[in-house]
T-cell receptor, first 112, second 110 residues
Framework: DAGVIQSPRHEVTEMGQEVTLRCKPI?????LFWYRQTMMRGLELLIY????????DSGMPEDRFSAKMPNASFSTLKIQPSEPRDSAVYFC??????????FGSGTRLTVV | RKEVEQDPGPFNVPEGATVAFNCTYS??????FFWYRQDCRKEPKLLMS???SGNEDGRFTAQLNRASQYISLLIRDSKLSDSATYLC???????????FGKGTSLLVTP
């Protein structure tokens, strides 16, 4: 089992550019979560999907953020346009039936 | 106010010491409780679940006090490899979403 796979590992982009983060959950896990981690705020839930359907997106900071899960094996988190305050580590996690979370290695985003 | 509060530390302790971390949570309807460990520049990983009766896993003991909405983690005989950030985590009353504390940093020194 390859675990939760996120790409890219690092992303440096200029303010105003579109950023797309990708996540492949563990096969058979039917819930997927996007979290953002900063020193100031810690880990914050942005959105989560159950069976590919968005269940709670109340953590998405604003309309510049959007997330999709077109199928059970792929999800994207898009920021358009990006701003310096979006700089953070973005984690994807998937969950199986025993509530066990598995996190991906994260994407470290820097917006300059 | 964050739903899960932790002392950020850092806790600097010598090898072999016993160290305890505490955490409080605000949602009395919370169902499940966990401690996660996060190494520097790595993803969080589950350390242990926390049960109402208290539970132990080797050198690690977790306790839950639902009346006080308080969770603790005790590490005995600290090892250098225990140096990490320890995240207190609470699952809300429905669904799988977890609320994370900001973490407590532990540094174990020789």
């Amino acid at each position: 089992d390859a675990g939760v796979i996120q790409s890219p590992r690092h992303e440096v982009t200029e303010m105003g550019q579109e950023v797309t983060l990708r996540c492949k959950p563990i096969s058979g896990h039917n819930s997927l979560f996007w979290y953002r981690q900063t020193m100031m705020r810690g880990l914050e839930l942005l959105i989560y999907f159950n069976n590919n359907v968005p269940i709670d997106d109340s953590g998405m900071p604003e309309d510049r953020f959007s997330a999709k899960m077109p199928n059970a094996s792929f999800s994207t988190l898009k920021i358009q346009p990006s701003e310096p305050r979006d700089s953070a580590v973005y984690f994807c996690a998937s969950v199986g039936g025993n509530y066990g979370y598995t996190f991906g290695s994260g994407t470290r985003l820097t917006v300059v | 106010r964050k739903e899960v509060e932790q002392d950020p530390g850092p806790f600097n302790v010598p090898e072999g010491a016993t160290v305890a971390f505490n955490c409080t949570y605000s949602n009395s309807a919370s169902q499940s409780f966990f401690w996660y460990r996060q190494d520097c520049r790595k993803e969080p990983k589950l350390l242990m679940s926390v049960y109402s009766s208290g539970n132990e896993d080797g050198r690690f003991t977790a306790q839950l006090n639902r009346a006080s909405q308080y969770i603790s983690l005790l590490i005995r005989d600290s090892k250098l490899s225990d140096s990490a950030t320890y995240l207190c985590v609470v699952r809300a009353d429905s669904g799988y979403a977890l609320n994370f504390g900001k973490g407590t940093s532990l540094l174990v020194t020789p």
